[in-house]
């Protein structure tokens, strides 16, 4: 009943009502010789690699010094300590100017050559950590020129054409967008134009479209077509939609930013739609929601999650940064409430997720989405011939089940997004190369008829869903219901409340599944993930046991020391390292115990629900003998622990039977490497088994 009353709501909400009047199209009127010339010389110079580059939350700090204290009060700033000359990995320190350095010559070295584009996520400058030395305007915005000149360094053309195409001043595009740091005070960006998009729009000038800048001046907000008239890659100011920006409020009341920024999303998406294009989303804060916890402001998320919704045909995938650990979230539609996207004061019990996560709230945050996640429908086993059986009587088969509570076959109820860790070494430094196809995706000249504005890129009004729900479904169904009773005045009977926004069109009946959804052309078929170990790296500790086996250094106030608190480094005449380099942490593409066969979203609910698994499937268990040989005390409160007992002598049959199930000794292995990946491997093993798994030193039946 429940997946019948969406599918009347997104029907209705995918009714025609008007065009937009205001906005330009992503094709500009009366460029199109200049952009057919591009095309050729992107065509020709600029072959397609199938993959890009996220990088996120670089953090360079030039106060930075080798071997101080990595103490809160001394923020590797001053003092002696374990702060080593490429970074002090685990600690709340921010990055070394040698670390930005030594990352784009591995970059310059190892993928200049074989991407296509870069998204940049934000957080360019140093946190505001040390009362010291308090941050100021000229040092953050210096701190990102700084990159900026970095990605010149690298992708930057010898012979600068200077035109306002801004694939011209690099070899590939270089997609910014703003971090909560990259402004101050941090967090706080009021609605522009203002100084700071003023500034901004004078650094990231070269990667900024001329006739959008106008626009970015505005909001912060802007696009790049990174394969011409085939693939966009939208750049979000999500500081309008951050829970913890004092300078606005929301995304409910038009005069909002927020508001506004959606708008022009809608509108953006709805072009590109027409265009026959994709596109990527891209942004610093990600839409994090737990049942507790949040990190945009609810009617913000509201209605991103119907834009991702009704737009499932056109967008690709979305990227983020900002909360430092590596992982993953589904946005349900049917968590949905669209009262509340009418109501500027709809209350919400969640907490914010304010700044970047501690070690502490990190753990608490994914053990909040795992428990969501448990609640997801497992996917049906290979039918058998008793299922295939079924299947021609009456019932549906466990197969229909599933696809019903996903959303159809292809899972469309849900949208994802990817968060990837960060530079700055807060576990381990990261970069992500992100593997797309491109089979047909070659760029192609526009044509004259994809400017027109055709009846299916127009948006739906509250009227029309009510209207194309009849009074008995209606009665039938009391959300819906509540619905329609807001929208259309009960004395009249037809008088409608007008909408603070215009709801956008779904795809069409007709439309296949987007490339979130079916594998083809642009969709995401993996991605590497790559980290640097800073520990064998500095080369300033002996790596024995007593090393591995230490804690992260939490202090109360949750700063983290890092696993090197108390120690002292080895004594070096001369500062130095061991030579540079990311490794690969894993391969999606090969990875045996994620098993992802791709990056659509159905390969992302199989994965969560594997993950949410509190009794795992066979195949899924590991026996935590393997961790450690030395039991820790049992902590029985915890929900996701297993039942467990002393190890006994051989009892009678009907005994042994009996205790069967109590000698289950199984943790999650998915769960277990999610974790351990969230933190970019950086902690120990026994740390992550106490943390998020069950007591060790007990037996396992085989």
Known sequence: MQLLIWILVFRALSLSHGAPTTQKALLVTGHEDRLQDDLIKVSSGRPLHGKFLHISDLHPDPFYRYHSSSRQEDACHRGEGPAG????????????????????EWIDYNLKDKIDFVIWTGDSARHDNDEQIPRTFEQVTSLNRMLVNKFVEVFGKEENSNDTDPTNDFIIPIIPTWGNNDILPHNILAKGPNTWTKTYLDIWRKMIPEEQRHGFERGGWFYVEVIPNKLAVLSLNTLYFFDSNAAVDGCADPSEPGHQHLEWLRIQLQFIRQRGMKAILMGHVPPARTESKMSWDESCWQRYTLWLYQFRD???????????????????????DLLSLFDTNEPTERTSLSNELSTQSAASYLTELRSEWSHLPNPPKVSSKKEKKNKKGSGRSKEEKFFEKIGGPWGERYSLSLVSPSVIPNYFPSLRVIEYNITNAESHPPTSTILEATGDGQDGSMLELCEAADQEERSENLGLAALCNQAIDKSSGHKVKKPKFKIPRGPSKSSPPGPAYSPQSLSWLGYTQYFANLTEINDDFTNDTELKAMDQGVVGSGWKEGKHHGKHPKKKSNPSSKKFEFEIEYDTRGDKVFGLEDLTVKSYITLAGRIGQYKP?????????????????????????????????????????????????AINRVWFTFVGRAFVGSRDDNDLHDEFGQPVGFSQDS
């Open 314 to 336: 056109v967008v690709v995938g979305s990227v983020y940064g900002h909360m430092n650990i590596d992982h993953f979230m589904l946005q349900d539609s049917h968590a949905l």
């Open 85 to 104: 000359i490429l970074g002090a990995e685990t600690t709340d320190c921010d990055s070394p100017i040698s670390l930005i350095n030594a990352t784009f």
């Open 617 to 665: 499937e066979k195949g899924d268990r590991i026996s935590t003998q393997t961790l450690s040989e030395k039991p820790s005390a049992p902590k029985p409160e915890r929900h996701d622990l297993l039942q467990f007992g002393k190890k006994h002598k051989k009892k009678k049959k009907s005994d042994r039977i009996h205790r069967k199930h109590e000698k289950r000794k």
